[in-house]
């Protein structure tokens, strides 16, 4: 599968014209899947224009995107604000290339800050099968708890896809947590952050995607970028075969008090 991720420095837009760019990289490229950030429908330091850019899963933007996956035959996530009731929740969705919503997972971890604020936790990982590639879907604070890459490798997740918005002060997720991850488990990863800058937040970008022994294939700078990097599964094999963390963390609980 061949996979892009659009690092996107779209903080000055409307959510019609952030899709209107992510469209100019599909009709440029051709792409299995795009993956673009955390919360790229409505921009992340947007404070109190959140609730009002929320939607419901299915709201007008997905139903934009869910045409322009459609039409280019790619496969888009993005990150948005999902409102469910008086609910809501740090989202990213997956659109297939047929334009049907094939999963929607709720971010699990909320970090110190504002997110508290306004969201809810979601509850559950997200797991799912596009191209023949087991897939699972965190956002961003998720990926940086060892567990939950470990559970979604355990659950057979072959490729963690993570929307996310890291500012210029933690580059160490992009640079260091997220090749370890990918290592630990002996899985592809891939890690969409914004460019620029949106308010008083400069992200520090660094987007990638690494293979399963922790090698980045493609990784971005700071700007905007698209970065494309083929995924190959017989990598999964090979790595988790050389070296079987996921079956020897099994035997490693057992000895634990």
């Known amino acids: 599968m061949r996979i892009g991720i659009f690092q996107s420095n779209v903080s000055d837009l409307t959510p019609q014209q952030r899709l209107a760019k992510l469209a100019s990289h599909l009709t440029a490229e051709p792409i299995d899947l795009i993956v673009c950030p955390e919360l790229f429908m409505s921009g992340y330091n947007v404070g109190k224009q959140l609730p009002t850019l929320a939607e419901a899963v299915n709201g007008q933007f997905c139903s934009l995107a869910r045409r322009l996956a459609k039409s280019t035959q790619t496969a888009i996530i993005y990150g948005y604000p999902e409102t469910q009731g008086q609910d809501l929740y740090n989202a990213a969705v997956c659109i297939d290339k047929h334009g049907?919503?094939?999963?929607n997972h709720r971010k699990l971890m909320l970090p110190p800050g504002f997110e508290s604020n306004y969201f809810?936790?979601?509850d559950k990982l997200t797991c799912f099968e596009l191209n023949g590639i087991q897939c699972a879907l965190l956002v961003c604070f998720d990926a940086e708890f060892p567990e939950t890459i470990r559970a979604a490798a355990e659950s057979g997740a072959?490729?963690?896809?993570?929307?996310?918005?890291?500012?210029?002060?933690?580059?160490?997720?992009?640079?260091?947590?997220?090749?370890a991850r990918a290592f630990e488990n002996g899985v592809w990863v891939a890690y969409a952050n914004h460019a620029g800058s949106e308010g008083s937040m400069r992200y520090f970008g660094g987007s990638c995607i690494v293979n399963p022994v922790g090698q980045?294939?493609?990784?971005?700078?700071?700007?905007?970028?698209?970065?494309i990097a083929e995924i190959n599964l017989d990598a999964v094999k090979k790595?988790?075969?050389?070296?079987?963390?996921?079956k020897r963390v099994k035997q490693l609980r057992s000895l634990l008090p």
Do not use: C, F, H
Not at 216 to 227: G, S, V
Not at 239 to 246: G, S
């Open 158 to 179: 072959e490729l963690i896809i993570i929307p996310t918005a890291l500012s210029e002060n933690w580059g160490v997720v992009a640079e260091k947590i997220m090749p």
């Open 216 to 227: 980045d294939i493609a990784r971005a700078k700071a700007e905007e970028a698209l970065i």
């Open 120 to 122: 809810q936790a979601g």
């Open 239 to 246: 790595a988790q075969a050389r070296l079987p963390y996921l």
């Open 100 to 103: 049907d919503i094939i999963a």
